[in-house]
């Protein structure tokens, strides 16, 4: 198995002001807010993942998890259209530009930095 690259992390800062910063409508669905097509009209393509006891965890804990999951989106930064954690289910929804395997690496790339985070859906249409 190829060994990923060293990744960048944000400071908790940016974390913290990215959420902060993020609009978000209250009840809005999630099927509402994910984008669905590229700027090109390509199909998105999308996976999901379960962070086991997530809501469970300390807040300090929350924080890593957090700057972790960030850096890692950051590294595939334009691959990436859309992510949502959702913490009340303990799952995140990630969209990206549609590549053959690219929802299993960046997958791969968080379980590899938080391995409580698990793939349980990936559609590449």
């Not at 998105?44 to 989106?73: E, H, N, P, S």
Request: glycine fraction near 6%; include cysteine; proline fraction near 7%.
């Amino acid at each position: 198995m190829a060994q990923l690259p060293a990744l960048v992390y944000p400071s908790l800062m940016s974390a913290m002001y990215l959420i902060e910063t993020t609009p978000m409508q209250p009840g809005e669905p999630l099927w509402q807010r994910v984008p669905t097509r590229t700027e090109h009209g390509e199909l998105v393509a999308d996976f999901m993942m379960l962070f086991r006891q997530l809501r469970q965890t300390g807040c300090l804990r929350q924080r890593q998890i957090l700057d972790d999951l960030q850096g890692v989106l950051q590294y595939y930064g334009k691959l990436v259209l859309f992510a949502e954690l959702n913490l009340q289910l303990n799952t995140l929804w990630v969209s990206h530009r549609p590549r053959p395997g690219l929802g299993l690496e960046i997958a791969a790339a968080i379980h590899c930095k938080i391995p409580q985070a698990v793939l349980i859906t990936q559609n590449y249409r």
